[in-house]
Structure formats: C-alpha cells, structure tokens
C-alpha cells in the first residue's frame, strides 16, 4: 500500500513511485511465498493531492501500465497472480485511480497478460455501476477474485441492503467460478456471530456447516 501515513493506497499508478512500488511488490512476494498465497492485489493508488484526476489520468495509466508488466514478469516466475481491484470513488476513496471495472478491464487488455486478473470486490462495482449479473458475465473470463459486502453499510451479505447473494451466488457457480469469494465486510457486531448468514446458506443448499454435504454422511 506504500506509506499510509503519508495518505498513499498503493503506488502502482503514482508517477515518480516506480523504485518505491518495485520495492513494495518484492515484499509482497516475500510474504506471499511464505504463506503459500498464489494472488497478490496490486494496489493502484492515489491521484496525488493537488492535481486533477483528468489532467494527469494519462501519466498514470502509462506509469501503471509499466508497472503492471513489471509485476506480471516477476509474479511469472513464482506462479503467482496479479489482481486489479477497482475501488468506488463515490463513498470510499474519492482520489483513488482505479475506480470501475470497465477502467480496469481496458488496462489489462493494454498490459496483456495472462497472470494479471481483475479482483472483483461487488461493493465497489455496485456503487460504481450496479448492473451485478451483466457485469459479473462480461467480465468473468478475467477475474481472478471475487470481494462481497453489503451495500451501502458494507456489513454482512445478510445485513440490510441492496444486494441479493444468495442470487449472486448461485449466477457465480452457473458461470463455473471456483475460486474463493473473500468477506470484504465489516461486521456489525462479534465476527463469528456474523458469519450466521455462512451457517444459513449451507442449510439452505442441504450442506453441513464447513460446506460438506449431508447426503455424502
């Protein structure tokens, strides 16, 4: 993320950060490598303060550009994937660059490369844009990673809101996703006592909780 303190969210399409965000990435690898984790986010970071988004939005894709193969070189030689996650510049970052998937969508076809994949976080791409299922099936043969959260309190799928998941849910196994679908929500309360919407959906498809089957017992 580079150094928050200083108000950065990563630097991936910061001009002049190219050194610092080469450094941050071997870290991040590091890390990744020791835990047995296959996806990094590569964070795109910050318009900088003081400039506006439209008069320096083609520096930034150009640095991010350069900076996105950089990363798909280095992440080839450990197997791992890069992900690109749009964040919604309506609530929660107004200065953040990367903001809809059809941005990140049209960068990924610049980069053109296969370990770069769009990391899908439907908070984001709901306040952005809604239009969930069209979105989810044009864009499925790039994501790499799906984020789920409740809109607009970014709690619990269960917790009041805009979005039907057990709906999205069944639209992600019709497309063939198998890969994680991570909680990118803040809980209302006690973090296990808010996974009783888990608990709820395995009942609701027949499955023990831990997702097994009951006919399988």
Not at 74 to 98: A, H, V
Not at 139 to 155: C, D, E
Not at 179 to 192: H, S
Request: aromatic residues 8%.
């Amino acid at each position: 993320p580079g150094d928050q303190e200083a108000g950065e969210l990563g630097l991936a399409a910061v001009p002049g950060r190219q050194a610092a965000f080469r450094q941050g990435l071997e870290a991040a690898v590091h890390y990744a490598r020791a835990v047995g984790c296959p996806r990094i986010h590569v964070m795109a970071g910050r318009v900088p303060l003081g400039t506006d988004r439209a008069a320096v939005s083609g520096e930034m894709e150009t640095t991010f550009i350069e900076n996105l193969r950089y990363t798909a070189d280095l992440l080839s030689q450990e197997n791992m994937i890069g992900l690109l996650e749009p964040i919604n510049n309506r609530i929660t970052d107004p200065r953040y660059y990367l903001n809809t998937p059809h941005q990140a969508a049209a960068i990924l076809e610049k980069v053109g490369r296969p370990n770069l994949k769009l990391q899908l976080d439907l908070f984001h791409c709901q306040i952005m844009d809604g239009n969930l299922s069209r979105n989810l099936e044009m864009y499925f043969p790039l994501i790499g990673h799906i984020q789920i959260a409740q809109v607009p309190g970014r709690h619990e799928p269960d917790s009041p809101g805009e979005l039907n998941f057990p709906y999205i849910f069944e639209l992600l196994e019709s497309l063939g996703y198998t890969g994680y679908v991570g909680c990118e929500y803040a809980p209302k309360g006690d973090t296990l006592e808010g996974l009783g919407w888990l608990r709820s959906y395995w009942e609701s498809r027949g499955l023990q909780h831990g997702g097994t089957s009951k006919a399988a017992k």
